[in-house]
Structures are given as structure tokens and as C-alpha cells.
């Protein structure tokens, strides 16, 4: 987009639909692509998004960039699709191992073939920064999508628990166990597939 249309666009709050895609595709596909890790989902969910936005461009009041108010949209979009993703369908892990032990006088501490690796003192290089961000997709990935979910939206998204339990639809309580269940189960995967 030139200069002259984006502050035309921004002055006048008025939208232009036939540049959204040219735009703002690449970046909303981008910010799909990296919360649900799916080249198709991703594509539907920008695709949606444009459509709502199509639905409800007179409610547009310009307050905001047109960017920012597509990616409110958007994030509504990915919310969804975990909700319905997890709604009815999501597993529950009865066999899921704690690596903790429960009694005695260790209750908390590690159990010993559960302990932590070190990651090693080379583990802030740019190589490894790399490499440690796509196993991370990878363990993401491989999260229950609530789990993901929250996982991403508490400290990828830095929202608040509050928020997070809000779009979640989940309590405070249950918050904490997954994001719990999230980091342990995150933590194992990157240990196998990164060290």
C-alpha cells in the first residue's frame, strides 16, 4: 500500500477490502500459522477472517488501523478453532506420569529418571536459538489444542490468566493444571527431539 492510501484509509476510518489480501495477507497467515502449525487451517482461518470482516466492515469505526482490527478478527478466528477443536474431543491423560514424587520426605523433588537434562552452556547461540524455536513448533504441535492453546495465548500472547481462562473457557484451576501438564509435557519433547 503507498503512503498516500494508508493515511487516506486511516484519516478517512474507511476500509479497502480489494487490498487486504496484497496487504495483510502474508502477515495474518503468519500469525495463524504460528499459533495452530497448520498450512491448510492457517489458510482457512485468513480466509474467514477476510469474510467476516467483509460482514462486518460498517461496524468499523477507524479507531484503529485497518491492520490491527483485521488481526482482532483473527485472533477470534484461532480461538475458535481451538474450542471446537477441543470441545467433546479434547483427551484426557489418565496414564500421564508425574515426575514428582508424592510421598515421604521427597514429596516434590524429581523423580530421578524424570529429572531435568542441562541443556548445556552453548544453548544461547544463534544456531541453537534456531534449531530449540523449531522443536518448539514441533513439541507445540503435538500439545492437545487446549493445552496449545493456552500454552500460547499465556506466554507466547502474554495475556493475562484472566483472559486466557475467558476465551479458554476454562477455570482458574483448571488453568494451572494445564498450563502445568503443558510445560512438563513441552519440556519432555524438547529434551528427546533438542538435546
Known sequence: MN???????????????GLWVENHGDYLYNY???????????????QETFIAALKAKDSFRGES??????????????????????????RVI?????????EGIF???????????????????TLNQEEFQSILQVCLS?????WRSVFVMKFMEELSSDEVCKENECTPSNFWVIIHRARLKLRECI???WL
Do not use: C, M, Q
Not at 33 to 42: A, D, I, L, T
Open 142 to 146: 503435538l500439545l492437545p489444542p487446549k
Open 65 to 90: 488501523s485497518e491492520l490491527t482490527w483485521l488481526l482482532a478478527i483473527l485472533k477470534r478466528k484461532v480461538i475458535d478453532y481451538f474450542r471446537k477443536l477441543s470441545s467433546g474431543k479434547e
Open 94 to 102: 489418565s496414564d500421564y506420569t508425574l515426575p514428582f514424587r508424592d
Open 191 to 193: 529434551e528427546n527431539k
Open 3 to 17: 503512503n498516500s492510501s494508508e493515511i487516506k484509509s486511516k484519516e478517512s476510518g474507511n476500509l479497502n477490502p
Open 32 to 46: 495463524a500459522y504460528f499459533r495452530v502449525n497448520n498450512k491448510e487451517v492457517s489458510e482457512d482461518i485468513v
Open 107 to 125: 514429596d516434590g523433588h524429581w523423580l530421578g529418571d524424570r529429572l531435568p537434562k542441562d541443556w548445556g552452556s552453548d544453548a544461547d547461540s
